[in-house]
């Protein structure tokens, strides 16, 4: 399931420790007038340096499989975070919610927030960054 | 007047007393100088926050009263740029970060060189050094306190050669001979530098918990007078460990050029 909300407005400074923590300009990379919530089963996980990876593929109503990724945080804020090495492992329903990335013709995100299927919700990603 | 005489001499003790005890909570080495050591951060690691487009203004009040002063922000290293300068920067972009090819910055993205590029690092402190260890690329600043000199037989490097000596319970941080390839911060802040960048850094354990950081950064090269960073508070993280980021990530490379190609980032 993805359910895509879009907004063009001011930007809305955010700044933080999570907002450094992207070794690259999350802006650069993803558009946060993009935020985007997909729902479905992991395929796989890679909690590598710099940043982390979930993959997962998510079916729509018609049966048809999308395949997803989402460029998390480093794997040293996830596993502070609880997202510990195994925690979530090929074919675990989940829900990620993050931003689109903005080249629209890949199933690319930025991860946020992960929501495991018992409705525990993790942070995973950063706040965006504003545009400098 | 009395009582008020009173109540300000009260308020000084009571001032003086919290003071002294912060003070005492301190730890200390050996010889008698604070202990820096531990992990720190701003406070916090990720956190959940609603998922909204960028532009999302939140609710606000209506205006009622005078307005508001306007707010004042502190200059920041590019700020300070010469003319020239200023005008090379306007041709850069996130593009050309060099953090992108794992280059370490020369001093931080929230303005704190302990952090380097992330936002959590660790001290570690002995009698006659103070380490400093940086989770994000995993480096490190090796800050000798015994009084010798920087050292004339080092080439330049990414986060220069650093010397230290205590002021009272301070402790000063001298650090010169940077390169001139890398950026003070990252993610796309243009921030080059010159071979001639010069940082002095402040640090004082004000309690247990809270580490406050001071600096001042010169480059007579590429700024038109020193900068004064803001003052920056660590706290003490609940864990005494940090871990690795190292740099790799050619998929974020790979989106960073498709998303050029939509004219992003591209000068």
């Given amino acids: 399931m993805v359910r895509r909300s879009l907004a063009v407005l001011g930007f809305v400074v955010l700044l933080g420790p999570s907002a450094a923590q992207a070794h690259h300009s999350f802006a650069a990379e993803f558009d946060a007038n993009q935020p985007i919530t997909v729902q479905g089963v992991i395929t796989q996980v890679r909690l590598e340096n710099p940043h982390s990876w979930f993959f997962l593929e998510a079916t729509d109503a018609s049966g048809k499989v999308s395949k997803w990724s989402f460029e998390a945080s480093t794997p040293t804020s996830l596993v502070r975070s609880g997202v510990k090495p195994g925690f979530i492992k090929a074919g675990d329903q989940v829900t990620i919610k993050g931003y689109h990335a903005r080249d629209a013709s890949q199933n690319v995100g930025a991860a946020r927030e992960l929501v495991t299927a018992d409705g525990r919700a993790f942070a995973v990603g950063p706040t965006f960054s504003p545009a400098r | ?267």
Avoid at chain 2, 93 to 103: A, E, F, T, Y
Avoid at chain 2, 142 to 154: M, Q, S, Y
Wanted: proline share 9%; net charge neutral; hydrophobic share 40%.
């Fill in chain 2, 1 to 267: 007047m009395k009582r008020a005489l009173l109540t300000a001499v009260m308020t000084v003790v009571a001032a003086a007393a919290v003071a002294s005890l912060a003070s005492a909570q301190v730890p200390r080495m050996p010889d008698g100088h604070p202990d820096l050591s531990g992990v720190w951060w701003p406070g916090r690691d990720l956190q959940i926050q609603p998922l909204t487009a960028s532009g999302a203004q939140p609710a606000r009040p209506p205006a009622s009263g005078p307005p508001a002063a306007p707010r004042i922000r502190p200059p920041s290293f590019a700020s300070l740029y010469q003319p020239w300068a200023m005008e090379k920067a306007k041709t850069l972009g996130d593009k050309d970060d060099p953090s992108l090819r794992c280059v370490p910055v020369a001093f931080g993205s929230l303005n704190v060189s302990l952090y380097g590029l992330g936002f959590v690092g660790q001290i570690v402190q002995t009698p006659g050094f103070v380490v400093m260890l940086t989770e994000t690329y995993h480096s490190f600043r090796l800050i000798p306190t015994d009084g010798r000199k920087h050292r004339e037989d080092v080439l330049p490097s990414f986060r220069g050669d650093s010397v230290g000596r205590w002021e009272g319970d301070t402790l000063v941080v001298d650090a010169t001979n940077f390169t001139d390839t890398n950026w003070m911060a990252a993610e796309g802040v243009v921030s080059f530098h010159s071979d001639a960048l010069h940082i002095v850094e402040r640090y004082r354990r004000v309690d247990k918990n809270t580490l406050e950081v001071e600096a001042t950064v010169e480059d007579p090269k590429v700024l038109t007078g020193p900068w004064k960073v803001p003052t920056q508070t660590l706290r003490l993280a609940p864990f005494d460990q940090i871990m690795e980021v190292g740099c790799t990530g050619t998929e974020s490379a790979a989106l960073m050029e498709a998303a050029a190609k939509q004219n992003y980032g591209k000068k």
